[in-house]
């Protein structure tokens, strides 16, 4: 790893962003507080100039890291260590860092999410990788704590943990963004308070993506109301292209899936080509007709087409509200792997005659949704990180319908959010709640 690669500016940040680096370069010098000592150290934080050789460094290095031994209520375990470059050298597997961005950071969700990350399982066992955590202005001492159990976990790949509130700043130079972080709905909130409130968030967040992330970062919002929430953030970023925002709805597909295999008497692996049309919300549409199980359609597997029309989809679409009935919380772990296949869908080729579906921006489509919504949709992907839509899909007159159902939704709520988005002035007219208790 070259030095000019850990970004080091001889500047001060004036927020509450803080480098835990493994590569540690952040930590050693002489001045600088890489230190975990409390919250106050973390607001002022100095790094160094990148001019140095590396040899210039590890001579430095071993004089900051004294210093840093004789102030030990200053530093914080593994990240005031020096880095060995040698030692990256010889281990380095010639694979260029990739950043990570990760929003809610210290959520339940993310819990799950961030181990993923960090063991290799999503981006590959060769693929070292940096994780820079948001949290909320609330939740950073807890961030503090998830980078304390990033770091007792040893993962062998991952390189750098940075936390920090301020989304420029966490946010610079990242090619994933995963956006969790969001505000749940309160008792008696309406869901066009929580569209407002959450809206502002990712509005704000799509601005920061647009000043400093990278031109090609790739962004998944999970947090609720996602889709509307991802519309928002892509009219907020126009300097990145609308087609590299999603909001997730991997969780709908994998629910569905599951429900065809339990009625078919088979296990989930035999189902497949499950699209989730529209909202993630309890007008989503999950579509059997296109769908298969050991690739026969699934009505030439499930006779029972009244529970297909009447059960499955309601089964699929409260599925969330069951759970945390059972749980007392709602879904993590599982969205969480969901997560991780949208993903993994999207950097993996999909195998010929597959796909899967996610909320991508609508922008010329070959179904006759409304353009200009955030839509989920079934895509294919080359692996390199972009998507196709689907073409040969059937629509008969009963998905159609349900279809339509789900687009007024998703029309409306951009009718509520239009002064997030540059439309002028917000009006109100959802056609009904529709989320989950305790989903939002
Ligand atoms: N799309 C899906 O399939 C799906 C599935 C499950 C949950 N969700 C949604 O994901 C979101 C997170 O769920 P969770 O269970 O992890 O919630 P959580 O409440 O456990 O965590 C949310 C975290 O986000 C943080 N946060 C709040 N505002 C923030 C901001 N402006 N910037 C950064 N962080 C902020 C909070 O402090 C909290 O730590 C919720 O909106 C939930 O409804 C979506």
């Given at each position: 790893?070259?030095?000019?690669?850990?970004?080091?500016?001889?500047?001060?940040?004036?927020?509450?962003?803080?480098?835990?680096?493994?590569?540690?370069?952040?930590?050693?010098?002489?001045?600088?507080?890489?230190?975990?000592?409390?919250?106050?150290?973390?607001?002022?934080?100095?790094?160094?100039?990148?001019?140095?050789?590396?040899?210039?460094?590890?001579?430095?290095?071993?004089?900051?890291?004294?210093?840093?031994?004789?102030?030990?209520?200053?530093?914080?375990?593994?990240?005031?260590?020096?880095?060995?470059?040698?030692?990256?050298?010889?281990?380095?597997?010639?694979?260029?860092?990739?950043?990570?961005?990760?929003?809610?950071?210290?959520?339940?969700?993310?819990?799950?999410?961030?181990?993923?990350?960090?063991?290799?399982?999503?981006?590959?066992?060769?693929?070292?990788?940096?994780?820079?955590?948001?949290?909320?202005?609330?939740?950073?001492?807890?961030?503090?704590?998830?980078?304390?159990?990033?770091?007792?976990?040893?993962?062998?790949?991952?390189?750098?943990?940075?936390?920090?509130?301020?989304?420029?700043?966490?946010?610079?130079?990242?090619?994933?963004?995963?956006?969790?972080?969001?505000?749940?709905?309160?008792?008696?909130?309406?869901?066009?308070?929580?569209?407002?409130?959450?809206?502002?968030?990712?509005?704000?967040?799509?601005?920061?993506?647009?000043?400093?992330?990278?031109?090609?970062?790739?962004?998944?919002?999970?947090?609720?109301?996602?889709?509307?929430?991802?519309?928002?953030?892509?009219?907020?970023?126009?300097?990145?292209?609308?087609?590299?925002?999603?909001?997730?709805?991997?969780?709908?597909?994998?629910?569905?899936?599951?429900?065809?295999?339990?009625?078919?008497?088979?296990?989930?692996?035999?189902?497949?080509?499950?699209?989730?049309?529209?909202?993630?919300?309890?007008?989503?549409?999950?579509?059997?007709?296109?769908?298969?199980?050991?690739?026969?359609?699934?009505?030439?597997?499930?006779?029972?087409?009244?529970?297909?029309?009447?059960?499955?989809?309601?089964?699929?679409?409260?599925?969330?509200?069951?759970?945390?009935?059972?749980?007392?919380?709602?879904?993590?772990?599982?969205?969480?792997?969901?997560?991780?296949?949208?993903?993994?869908?999207?950097?993996?080729?999909?195998?010929?005659?597959?796909?899967?579906?996610?909320?991508?921006?609508t922008n010329g489509n070959p179904y006759g949704i409304a353009e200009d919504i955030v839509f989920s949709m079934p895509c294919r992907s080359k692996g390199n990180g972009d998507y196709e839509l689907v073409k040969d899909v059937v629509i008969d007159d009963y998905l159609r319908q349900r279809i339509i159902k789900t687009?007024?939704?998703?029309?409306?709520?951009?009718?509520?959010?239009?002064?997030?988005?540059?439309?002028?002035?917000?009006?109100?007219?959802?056609?009904?709640?529709?989320?989950?208790?305790?989903?939002?």
């Open positions: 790893m070259a030095m000019a690669e850990l970004g080091l500016k001889a500047s001060y940040s004036k927020t509450h962003h803080r480098h835990l680096s493994l590569l540690s370069a952040r930590c050693f010098p002489t001045k600088q507080r890489c230190a975990f000592g409390g919250l106050n150290n973390a607001h002022y934080y100095p790094t160094i100039s990148s001019s140095l050789a590396p040899n210039q460094v590890q001579a430095q290095s071993v004089q900051s890291q004294e210093e840093v031994n004789s102030k030990h209520d200053d530093c914080f375990g593994v990240f005031c260590l020096t880095y060995d470059f040698k030692a990256e050298e010889e281990t380095s597997s010639g694979k260029k860092l990739i950043k990570v961005a990760v929003s809610g950071a210290a959520g339940m969700i993310s819990n799950h999410l961030l181990f993923k990350l960090a063991s290799g399982e999503v981006f590959g066992p060769n693929q070292p990788i940096a994780l820079k955590l948001l949290g909320s202005e609330k939740s950073f001492q807890a961030l503090e704590g998830v980078a304390m159990e990033l770091e007792d976990s040893l993962f062998p790949l991952l390189r750098e943990v940075s936390i920090g509130i301020d989304p420029y700043e966490v946010f610079q130079d990242v090619e994933w963004a995963l956006l969790i972080g969001a505000r749940p709905r309160g008792p008696g909130m309406e869901r066009a308070d929580l569209l407002d409130i959450n809206g502002k968030i990712f509005a704000e967040q799509g601005k920061a993506l647009n000043a400093v992330a990278s031109r090609n970062v790739k962004v998944i919002v999970v947090g609720n109301p996602c889709n509307t929430n991802a519309l928002i953030c892509l009219k907020n970023a126009p300097n990145i292209p609308g087609k590299n925002f999603h909001a997730l709805t991997r969780l709908d597909e994998n629910r569905a899936k599951c429900q065809l295999a339990l009625k078919a008497g088979v296990f989930y692996d035999k189902v497949s080509n499950m699209t989730i049309w529209g909202n993630h919300s309890t007008t989503q549409v999950p579509d059997f007709l296109n769908a298969r199980i050991d690739g026969l359609p699934v009505k030439d597997v499930i006779k029972d087409h009244r529970w297909l029309e009447e059960e499955f989809t309601e089964k699929v679409q409260k599925r969330g509200g069951v759970l945390i009935e059972k749980w007392g919380r709602s879904s993590a772990a599982s969205t969480a792997v969901s997560i991780v296949d949208a993903i993994r869908s999207l950097t993996t080729p999909t195998p010929q005659g597959h796909w899967f579906s996610s909320a991508v921006y687009e007024d939704e998703l029309l409306a709520e951009k009718r509520c959010v239009a002064h997030l988005i540059g439309e002028g002035s917000a009006i109100c007219d959802l056609p009904g709640d529709t989320m989950l208790p305790g989903e939002m």
